[in-house]
């Protein structure tokens, strides 16, 4: 079977991997020749963990082209995995799918099957299908199917191939077949259903996701208040296997590609259609309010940031990516700027991409210990291995005045017993060992 595979981010170039390594023969194609170049010589362009060893190891079943007329012209099955950002009013920018689905249409010279992997609002598959069917030859037969992605940034490469499941939307039972036949040697559970409850699937798990956190954050909040540890009291529901003990993390909310988009493209779909999902508004208000919690903690301390030397551990949205979109960094770090403070960064891979904001205000350290030294302040906005593993007592030897505001709750209470410090986390009691008059 030849496979194509338009788009080669997070989505596409994992999905066009992944298939290659089932033995597949499989063209991805991107519209950026810097990135295509790179993939030609086996790097990724994305940092992915097991992603360029996977990648190199099936260099033969893989061909990277901006040529997307003969990737698509005998293709029997061709995948899109463009991404689909968020409007300005909150739903879901579609053009980069529409570009793909006319460049389809100008190039297949047989019968196909298109396959949406990008998240777009229920109904979408269905106008494809139309918009690929008016522009195709005569002779030539195209079926649309959604396949929605599950994979999460970090774990990509696990969670494509070793899947939770493989939801398979068409109207075509042929099509099914054919999809079923693509992910035969994928070890997960496949189901199939109709093209709109495959897409809904999509933004419904999302969505739920999201509002699991949101939930375990404003419990957190309130733990906080009447004296709680929310790491025990999402211990003790998570041992519930209706609730699950997973995404019950409280922390300063949730960032990334997907969740805090697609909350928004279901809300906006529901407007509207007339309706309103109250439970993943609420879920969208919450989110944009905990990205501050930090900054409201610190006012306890402080009461302003002028002047202050702040260290910051953790730029990206979560660890394993050097994705920084909605990261809570991004919203943070200007606030702390502009009210005059001196920021000192660490993060492990998020750097470089943190430059493209912040060229110069910022000083970006290569080593955690730097980034602590003679601070005044400590945000922690990512729980990287290496911030959770240090030794807590540097945070006392280092910085200048050790008040730790720790967004991640990366360290347990115990670990500060013989550290002089005030270390305050989300959703839990406040260790206080220094015990300031303020
Ligand atoms: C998510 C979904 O997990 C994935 O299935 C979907 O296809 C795309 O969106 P991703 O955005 O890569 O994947 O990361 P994920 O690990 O889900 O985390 C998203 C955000 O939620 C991160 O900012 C993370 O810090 C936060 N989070 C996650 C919490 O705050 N608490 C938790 O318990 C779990």
């Known amino acids: 079977m030849k496979i194509a595979v338009a788009g080669t981010g997070y989505v596409g170039l994992v999905t066009g991997v992944c298939l290659a390594s089932k033995g597949n023969q499989v063209w991805c194609v991107d519209v950026d020749e810097t990135k295509v170049e790179l993939m030609k010589q086996g790097i990724s362009p994305i940092y992915e963990p097991g992603l360029s060893e996977l990648m190199k190891e099936h260099m033969d079943a893989l061909t990277f082209t901006t040529d997307y ?145 949101s939930y375990i954050n404003e419990i957190a909040n309130l733990c906080e208040t009447v004296g709680a540890n929310i790491e025990d009291v999402s211990a003790g529901m998570g041992m519930d296997p209706r609730i699950g003990n997973r995404f019950l993390n409280a922390g300063i909310g949730y960032g990334g590609s997907c969740f805090p988009k697609d909350t928004k493209a279901l809300s906006w779909l529901a407007a509207f259609n007339d309706k309103e999902i109250k ?37 990206t949205f979560k660890p394993g ?73 540097l945070f006392e030897k280092k910085m200048k005045c050790p008040i730790v505001l720790d967004g991640r709750n990366c360290y347990p209470l115990d670990a500060f017993k013989d550290v002089h410090i005030i270390y305050d986390s989300i959703g839990r009691p406040v260790v206080d060992y220094l015990y300031l008059d303020r």
């Not at 950002?85 to 053009?95: F, R, V």
Request: glycine letters at 4%.
């Open 69 to 213: 007329r003969s990737a698509y012209k005998d293709a029997d099955v061709i995948f899109i995995g463009v991404g689909t950002p968020e409007k300005k009013d909150g739903s879901a920018n579609l053009a980069y799918v529409y570009t793909v689905a006319g460049q389809i249409a100008e190039s297949i010279e047989k019968d196909c099957i298109v396959v949406v992997k990008s998240t777009v609002p229920i109904g979408t598959n269905d106008k494809i299908e139309n918009f690929l069917r008016a522009k195709v030859r005569r002779d030539v037969n195209v079926f649309v199917a959604s396949n929605p992605e599950f994979l999460a940034q970090g774990t990509a490469v696990r969670d494509t191939l070793h899947a939770s499941r493989i939801v398979i939307g068409v109207e075509n039972p042929e099509a099914g077949e054919v999809l079923k036949k693509v992910y035969e040697n994928f070890d997960a559970p496949k189901m199939v259903v109709n093209r709109r409850s495959a897409e809904m699937i999509k933004y419904a798990s999302n969505d739920f996701l999201a509002l699991k956190i």
């Open 321 to 393: 990516t050097d994705d920084l979109r909605e990261a809570p960094s991004l919203v943070n770090i200007p606030i702390l700027l502009e009210d005059g403070a001196k920021v000192k960064a660490w993060d492990p891979v998020g750097v470089a991409n943190y430059k493209k904001y912040y060229p110069t205000e910022i000083e970006y350290c290569k080593t955690i210990d730097k980034a602590l030294e003679d601070a005044d302040i400590c945000f922690i906005f990512t729980e990287w291995p290496d911030v959770k593993n240090m030794d807590v007592a």
């Open 279 to 315: 439970t993943i508004k609420a879920a969208i208000e919450v989110n944009d309010s905990q990205k501050f919690k930090l900054i409201k903690k610190a006012k306890k301390y402080y009461d302003s940031f002028e002047g202050l030397t702040v260290a910051v551990l953790g730029l």
